[in-house]
């Protein structure tokens, strides 16, 4: 059964969109790469053949192996004073939001919580402005 397109609003849940980054010849890795601190990505000066790296769950004290770009970017990235600020433009603010969370969808009102510069309306406005920005598209049943 096939539903129609639905207009998102200011509750539709967005997310990175895996299949974008695969049809679209783009590499999320790069993307990801491309998000992280100038100290950072000179201990990366590559997106590939990086291994995984063994990472402690500060809840659980469960040890899983991890993504070394993206705990980087996590562990150290994000506790920058400027990583998510008003000097980035939206569309990166948003793309390291979703890094961050695992990339659990949120809706633009939610977004907007993270990035209180940015209203959820011109949050909602820049996804839904009919092009696709690093992979950021609506997450389908969600909302």
């Known amino acids: 059964m096939t539903t129609g397109w639905k207009r998102p609003s200011l509750d539709t849940k967005f997310h990175i969109d895996d299949d ?5 010849g783009k590499d999320l890795r790069v993307a990801v ?3 992280l601190c100038r100290d950072c990505q000179a201990r990366f000066p590559d997106h590939r053949n990086l291994e995984s790296v063994d990472w ?6 469960e040890v899983v192996r991890a993504d070394a770009l993206l ?12 990583f998510i600020s008003n000097a980035n433009n939206a ?19 939610e977004l907007a919580q993270q990035m209180p510069w940015t ?8 996804l ?7 992979g950021i598209r609506p997450a389908s049943g969600l909302d």
């Open 20 to 24: 974008w980054w695969k049809t679209s």
């Open 33 to 35: 790469r491309g998000q």
């Open 56 to 61: 402690v769950d500060p809840e659980t004290a």
């Open 71 to 82: 705990q980087s970017l996590r562990g150290h990235c994000a506790k920058q004073p400027d």
């Open 91 to 109: 569309v990166s603010n948003i793309f390291r939001i979703f890094l961050l969370n695992g990339n659990q969808p949120l809706t633009p009102r």
């Open 119 to 126: 209203s959820a309306e011109t949050i909602l406005r820049t």
């Open 128 to 134: 839904a402005s009919g092009q696709v920005y690093m």
